[in-house]
């Protein structure tokens, strides 16, 4: 039996499934059809080819927890400005988020306590307390219903003295709140702090040091990232020094009806404690459930 080149066989979109192949079978020459060969050829699965379709610059991404369940997408944020690695826009984000990269204000938003400026600059939220007391703070706030989680990536300027910023969970009917973030005194102190109508010093938690998360705080202007979830029974807030999932620590907790309730609205504060203008910054906003 001569072999063949692949070039001296018949034009494959001109084959009908009749024609004969020589083969070896079992030492013994054999003649196939050309539909046999065929038919033994790997079915090859579709759900695992690349689909088509997208744009330069674009990635694979999953797009459920499904096996080869992927779409193309365009992955946002990296670089420069205010989202920064690995702070990537949620590819479905939810309604609530806000990522403050407009010009302005999202209508989502309600001031509350008549905060003295709000402005955007390089992909960031900067929102500034119009009190100069302590523990009277100006914020932002959205309704919410739980169970939920929200998180917010946060830094405030060093050196200046009572100078606070971060998240906060409120009850609107009662006022009282519950207000999550990092105070500049003496040192950096992260704290939650119990207040009813954005006013009122009842601190729970506070919590500073040389060990733990306290440890790691850095001089300068340094990123928080700041998680508040409840579960419809239990508040729990969290901290995190680079974001990423698996790093938020449970730093304190409380029962809602011990003094909150049923919480029904979220922000961003800051509390600015003295003449010194520091805003609090913000990148981001998210409800992560």
């Given at each position: ?25 079992g ?10 060969v065929a038919a033994?050829?790997p079915?090859?699965?579709t ?16 797009v ?7 779409s193309?997408?365009?992955i946002s ?48 939220l ?10 009277d703070?100006?914020a ?10 929200i ?28 207000a999550?973030?990092v105070?500049?005194?003496?040192g ?11 006013s ?30 409840y ?19 449970t ?6 009806a011990?003094f ?16 010194t ?13």
């Amino acid at each position: 039996m001569a072999n063949r080149k692949i070039s001296q066989l018949p034009d494959a979109a001109a084959l009908t499934g009749a024609e004969l192949l020589e083969g070896v079978q079992g030492g013994a020459s054999v003649k196939l059809t050309s539909a046999a060969v065929a038919a033994l050829a790997p079915a090859v699965p579709t759900n695992r080819l690349i689909p088509a379709g997208g744009t330069t610059g674009q990635a694979l991404a999953k797009v459920s927890a499904t096996d080869y369940d992927v779409s193309w997408q365009t992955i946002s944020g990296g670089g420069g400005g205010g989202n920064r690695t690995p702070d990537t826009h949620p590819s479905a984000p939810h309604a609530m988020d806000d990522e403050f990269e407009a010009a302005s204000l999202n209508p989502k938003w309600t001031q509350q306590n008549s905060p003295s400026s709000i402005t955007f600059a390089d992909g960031c939220l900067q929102l500034v307390d119009a009190s100069n007391s302590p523990n009277d703070i100006g914020a932002l706030e959205q309704a919410i219903a739980g169970p939920f989680k929200i998180r917010a990536k946060v830094t405030q300027a060093c050196g200046a003295i009572d100078n606070r910023g971060g998240i906060y969970v409120r009850n609107s009917g009662t006022g009282n709140m519950y207000a999550f973030g990092v105070h500049f005194s003496t040192g950096a102190t992260f704290y939650v702090n119990r207040q009813t109508n954005f006013s009122g010093a009842g601190v729970l938690n506070q919590f500073s040091g040389t060990t733990g998360l306290a440890g790691q705080y850095q001089t300068g202007r340094p990123w928080h990232y700041y998680e508040i979830e409840y579960d419809g029974t239990t508040l729990f807030f969290r901290l995190s020094h680079s974001g990423t999932d698996g790093s938020y620590q449970t730093v304190f907790s409380v029962a809602a009806a011990s003094f909150l309730g049923t919480p029904n609205a979220v922000g961003v504060f800051s509390d600015r404690g003295t003449a010194t203008v520091t805003p609090m910054v913000c990148d981001w906003f998210r409800r992560i459930s």
